[in-house]
C-alpha cells in the first residue's frame, strides 16, 4: 500500500495491490457512510494491473485515520455476520434435522 | 459501539435468516446491509475460498484412449473433500518443501493404478480409484477414463490448496446468487374496477407464477413474490390497460436472498463461514500494513519528482 500528498493528509489515493472490487467496494460503500468523508471513490486504473486505487478526500481528518476506521467498520460487520449467521444455522437446525448430501441417490 | 482506536463507527449491523440448509446446498436472508457487501461475500464465496484440487499429476503408464493432459486436466476438476483446506499452506508460502508436494501441510499425494484385465467388461476408472497417502479422499465416485481390455493408466497426482482467483477448479461454488426482495403492492382500489377477465388477464401477463386470483373473493392476490424476476411485464401490462399504479413492485435495496450451492469439496455452512473469515482476513491485511514504510519511499519519489 501506497498513499499520496504528503503536504495534504486530509487527501488521500491509498493503492492495494492483489486487491479488486471485492474489498474496494464495500470500503468505499462504507467510507460514503461516514460524514468525516467528502469523497470517496475507487478505481483499478487496468484490468491487467493487479491493484485496486481507494481515493479517499475528508472534511479535514487525515485521510488513512478514516480509512482505516471503514475497514475496522467493515471488520466488525464480518465478524458480526459470522456471529449472527450461526446462530441462525443453530436456530435452524434446532427446528429442521440435518439432511445429508444426496450424492449417490441415483 | 466501541474501538480501541477511538474512532467513530457507523456501520449497520445485519441479520440473517436461514430458510433451507443441507450439506451442499443453503438459502439465506440477508437485511439491514448493503448491495456491496452482499456481492463482496458472493464474491469471496466464488473466487477466494480455499480448497484443495489436484494440481500436478505425473503420469507413469497411460493407454487409455484419453491423452496425458487430458486426464491431468479431468483430475484437476475432481471435487477433493477441503474441510482441512482453510489450515494448510499455499505451496507458495510453504517453507518446509518449497511447494513439491513432499510435505503434508500444504499438499496430498494420490496414487492411481488401474488395468482392464483380460475379459470384455469395460473398466471405469473413477475417482474412488485414487489412493490418498492421507486419509483425506474425493468424496464420490467420479468417472476419469473408461479402458478397454489391456489398457492401463497408473499415476501420481498431488492435491494442493488453492482459491477460484487463480483456477475454476478450485472454486467451492457451484452457484451462489443473491437477488434483491422485492416488494409488491396493489392498488386495491383500483383492482375493484377490474372485470374477472382482466384479472386473469394480468395474472397471466408475469412470466413466472407471481400473482394468482383468489378463488373465493376474486381478488389478485400476490403468491409468491420472490418469483419476480425483475422483468416488468406486469408492469407493462398495468400500462397498457390503462391503470398506471395498479401494480407497484419495488426492490428492497437493504434485504438480500442468497442462493449457495457447493461442488461438494466443503459443505455450504464451511463456504458462508470461510467466505466471512477470508473477507475479513483481506480487510486486516490492508489495515495492518506497515504504511509508513511505503509512505518513506513514496515521500522520497514525491521529493525527486
Same mark, same amino acid.
Do not use: C, S, W
Given at each position: 500500500m501506497e498513499h499520496g500528498t504528503v503536504e495534504d493528509s486530509s487527501a488521500s489515493t491509498f493503492s492495494i495491490a492483489e486487491e479488486e472490487h471485492t474489498l474496494a467496494n464495500p470500503a468505499r460503500s462504507v467510507l460514503n457512510q461516514d460524514p468525516r468523508v467528502a469523497f470517496c471513490g475507487y478505481s483499478i486504473?487496468? &484490468? +491487467?494491473?493487479?491493484?485496486?486505487?481507494?481515493?479517499? !478526500?475528508?472534511?479535514?481528518? &487525515? +485521510?488513512?485515520?478514516?480509512?482505516?476506521?471503514?475497514? !475496522?467498520?467493515?471488520?466488525v460487520m464480518c465478524q458480526h455476520v459470522r456471529g449472527t449467521f450461526d446462530n441462525a444455522v443453530v436456530d435452524f437446525r434446532s427446528k429442521v434435522p440435518a439432511q445429508q448430501m444426496d450424492i449417490d441417490s441415483k | 459501539m466501541e474501538r480501541a482506536a477511538g474512532g467513530v463507527s457507523y456501520q449497520r449491523f445485519p441479520r440473517v435468516r436461514i430458510r433451507e440448509l443441507k450439506d451442499d446446498y443453503a438459502k439465506f436472508e440477508l437485511r439491514d446491509t448493503d448491495a456491496s457487501m452482499a456481492n463482496a461475500l458472493r464474491r469471496v464465496m466464488i473466487a477466494e475460498v480455499p480448497t484443495v484440487a489436484i494440481d500436478l499429476v505425473e503420469i507413469e503408464v497411460n493407454s487409455s484412449v484419453l491423452n496425458d493432459e487430458f486426464i491431468a486436466h479431468r483430475l484437476g476438476l475432481i471435487p477433493l473433500t477441503s474441510a482441512a483446506a482453510m489450515a494448510m499452506r499455499f505451496s507458495r508460502d510453504c517453507d518446509a518443501c518449497d511447494g513439491d508436494g513432499s510435505c503434508e501441510y500444504c499438499s496430498v499425494e494420490f496414487h492411481l493404478a488401474a488395468r482392464a484385465t483380460d475379459s470384455d467388461q469395460t473398466l471405469e476408472v473413477t475417482s474412488n480409484d485414487l489412493r490418498s497417502t492421507d486419509p483425506k479422499k474425493s468424496c464420490k465416485g467420479i468417472l476419469i477414463v473408461k479402458l478397454r481390455r489391456g489398457q492401463e493408466l497408473r499415476l501420481r497426482a498431488i492435491a494442493r490448496k488453492g482459491i477460484g482467483k487463480d483456477h475454476a477448479k478450485w472454486s467451492p461454488a457451484a452457484t451462489v446468487t443473491f437477488m434483491y426482495e422485492p416488494e409488491i403492492r396493489i392498488n386495491e382500489e383500483l383492482m375493484e374496477t377490474l372485470t374477472l377477465e382482466e384479472k386473469r388477464n394480468l395474472v397471466e401477463s408475469s412470466p413466472t407464477k407471481v400473482f394468482n386470483i383468489d378463488p373465493n373473493t376474486q381478488q389478485v392476490v400476490v403468491e409468491d413474490a420472490e418469483a419476480y424476476t425483475y422483468d416488468d411485464e406486469v408492469i407493462k401490462k398495468v400500462d397498457a390497460m390503462g391503470k398506471p399504479g395498479l401494480i407497484e413492485i419495488n426492490a428492497k435495496e437493504d434485504s438480500f436472498i442468497f442462493t449457495v450451492e457447493t461442488t461438494g469439496a466443503i459443505t455450504?455452512?464451511?463456504?458462508?463461514?470461510?467466505?466471512?473469515?477470508?473477507?475479513?482476513?483481506?480487510?486486516?491485511?490492508?489495515?495492518?500494513?506497515?504504511?509508513?514504510?511505503?509512505?518513506?519511499?513514496?515521500?522520497?519519489?514525491?521529493v525527486g519528482g
Open positions: 486504473p487496468h &484490468p +491487467a494491473d493487479n491493484k485496486v486505487n481507494i481515493r479517499v !478526500q475528508t472534511t479535514g481528518d &487525515p +485521510a488513512i485515520d478514516v480509512f482505516k476506521d471503514g475497514l !475496522q467498520d467493515l471488520i | 455450504a455452512y464451511e463456504l458462508i463461514m470461510n467466505a466471512i473469515t477470508v473477507l475479513r482476513q483481506k480487510l486486516d491485511a490492508v489495515r495492518l500494513q506497515d504504511d509508513d514504510a511505503d509512505l518513506g519511499e513514496l515521500g522520497a519519489h514525491l
